[in-house]
């Protein structure tokens, strides 16, 4: 009959990795979740502000319609900085750091674009308000001066169509009779720009016209007196790169 022996123990073992180990399966999934997503693709989740940042770049394409749309722009940018800022500090969980520059790049790159495609539009409107002045104030120095001819050249062919010579020059002497003799002219500096359906850029405006000072007809030794200026609603139009009155409210087609 053999002889009973007692049961032989395990060794403890000597891995003090194994000795540590917690045998909680809980707490060995809370350790797994804090390390999910580091060094593998499988766990990464690209950041909501990465995403929004590049919808907003490509909007930002709304600012050619009208200025206030580069606010979309600068959101752009923020919600790409944001998601930088996310990203790096995700320890790893969190990817779309690419989408985040894309969008600060779009955002940079359409809002840019629209503000030297505006400022180049100011830019050349403020030489037409410039050249317009001074169509107008050559047609008051022309009408000082009495040199109607030459202000009538300042006039475009569709006015001359209408208003011949002789009438144009009844017509000035005639105001000037009623309101007093022209002394000058200028714009209002308040212009209102348009473009036609046949690619003619015009232009609205009011024309400042100036009076020389009169002496009262009852007491001639007394100091001329001014008079005050007159608003006359003015056209014009750019005619072979120059700008042509179409018509001011002094003149007035023959018959009515």
Known sequence: MPELEPPRKTPPSTDKSAQT????PILKLHKMSTTAGVGSQDYVAINNAAIVSVILG?????????????????????????????????NGTQGGAALAILG????????????????LEWNRQRDDEREIDKVLEQFGQYVAAEQYDKAYQLFSPDFQMVIRPDVFRVQLQAYQQYFGKIDGATSNDVFQFATT???IQTAQTQAIVRFQKQKPATNPTQPASPREPRREPTGLYRLNGQWRIAGMEIFRKPGK
């Open 197 to 199: 359906t046949e690619g």
């Open 104 to 119: 600060i790049l779009l955002s940079l790159a359409l809002a840019g674009s629209v503000a030297a495609s505006s400022f």
């Open 58 to 90: 490509l909007c930002t394409a709304l600012a050619f319609l009208g200025l206030p749309f580069l606010i979309v722009g600068a959101a752009g940018i923020v919600s790409g900085v944001i998601a930088l800022v996310q990203v790096r500090h995700s």
């Open 21 to 24: 180990e917690s045998p909680d």
